[in-house]
T-cell receptor, first 111, second 111 residues
Framework: NAGVTQTPKFQVLKTGQSMTLQCAQD?????MYWYRQDPGMGLRLIYY???????DKGEVPNGYNVSRLNKREFSLRLESAAPSQTSVYFC??????????FGPGTRLLVL | GDSVTQMEGPVTLSEEAFLTINCTYT??????LFWYVQYPGEGLQLLLK?????DKGSNKGFEATYRKETTSFHLEKGSVQVSDSAVYFC??????????FGQGTILTVHP
């Protein structure tokens, strides 16, 4: 039981490049989330998926897209990376009871 | 929208000192309240939670009481250890399991 896994752990991009952050959970959770963490800002919700087949915008969705591929996987795509997207990205999932379980994070640097 | 405010940090304490990290929230309805902890280089882990007014969450010597009259959920520990050094996040649970996080408080405990 690995919980929530994220790949890659670290990535460096040039401005304008694209990439997809992968997230998977093996807890049979319905809801999944993508956050970004910036110094002094806490975690801010980018997108979430309340169930397989649905996605909704969070607080800071601009510049991102998501895909809920199946119940296990929820990916985050940056189509044209910008330096303002330099951050640490966390995926999380929730089953019954509201507790969110977090992955280890992806550190992204956009030059 | 919902918001969470944590006391500004960082907080530096000596081992065995008493810890308080203040947290207040603004939310509609009756949210659940959470404290998460983040150790260096890792994702967030649930520390404790409370789901209704006057509930007390506790774990690993940490406690917090859901105070609806003051919209607060302050984190306390009677005697901190070096191993408690981490970043602590207060969060408020909203619809579809979404969480609104405070900005985080860095705790450093010296021997």
């Amino acid at each position: 039981n690995a919980g929530v896994t994220q790949t890659p752990k670290f990535q460096v991009l040039k401005t304008g490049q694209s990439m997809t952050l992968q997230c998977a959970q093996d807890m049979n959770h319905n809801s999944m989330y993508w956050y970004r963490q910036d110094p002094g800002m806490g975690l801010r919700l980018i997108y979430y998926s309340a169930s397989e087949g649905t996605t909704d915008k969070g607080e800071v969705p601009n510049g991102y897209n998501v895909s809920r591929l199946n119940k296990r996987e929820f990916s985050l795509r940056l189509e044209s990376a910008a330096p303002s997207q330099t951050s640490v990205y966390f995926c999380a999932s929730t089953g019954v009871g509201e507790t969110q379980y977090f992955g280890p994070g992806t550190r992204l640097l956009v030059l | 929208g919902d918001s969470v405010t944590q006391m500004e940090g960082p907080v530096t304490l000596s081992e065995e000192a008493f810890l308080t990290i203040n947290c207040t929230y603004t939310a509609t309805g009756y949210p659940s309240l959470f404290w998460y902890v983040q150790y260096p280089g890792e994702g967030l882990q649930l520390l404790l939670k409370a789901t209704k007014a006057d509930d007390k969450g506790s774990n690993k010597g940490f406690e917090a009481t859901y105070r609806k009259e003051t919209t607060s959920f302050h984190l306390e520990k009677g005697s901190v250890q070096v191993s408690d050094s981490a970043v602590y996040f207060c969060a408020c649970g909203t619809s579809y399991g979404k969480l609104t996080f405070g900005q985080g408080t860095i705790l450093t405990v010296h021997p």
